[in-house]
């Protein structure tokens, strides 16, 4: 096994059952960071995906 190293590299996965909750979250989080995707709905349900 490889012994862990330190990065700046941070995932997190968060589940809301309410979208407005989510969006402010989701605006929260992105401050200072970086946002691959940005939150939004998608085909399949009432969901909001991003990164």
Known sequence: MKK???GN???ICVTFDN???ARKI???LQEG???ETPLSE???GSCLWGD
């Open 26 to 28: 989701f605006e929260a």
């Open 42 to 44: 998608k085909g399949f």
């Open 9 to 11: 590299l941070v995932t």
């Open 4 to 6: 862990a190293q330190e």
């Open 19 to 21: 979208a407005d909750k």
């Open 33 to 35: 960071g970086q946002v």
